[in-house]
């Protein structure tokens, strides 16, 4: 599920703090995932997190809109 801009690792850190603080908590969403149930609720978290990430991610577009433009001065004359 990683993508190229974030490894497995951060988006699992991410769905943890997420269900830790919104939801049933990790250990919860584990426990499930461990006895081999449906793991579409740690597939929830999962994607929630990597919405979050990617939200939270400057795009290019936003980046250059930050960026001080120089316009409009003369090229000095040789």
Do not use: C, H, N
Request: overall charge negative.
């Amino acid at each position: 599920m990683a993508t190229g801009r974030f490894i497995e690792e951060e988006i699992t850190a991410r769905a943890r703090q997420l269900a830790d603080e919104q939801g049933p908590g990790w250990e919860a969403v584990l426990a499930g995932e461990r006895v081999g149930e449906d793991t579409a609720e740690f597939r929830y978290w999962r994607v929630l997190a990597l919405r979050e990430r990617e939200a939270e991610t400057l795009t290019t577009l936003e980046i250059e809109a930050d960026t001080p433009k120089t316009v409009g001065l003369d090229q000095p004359s040789a």
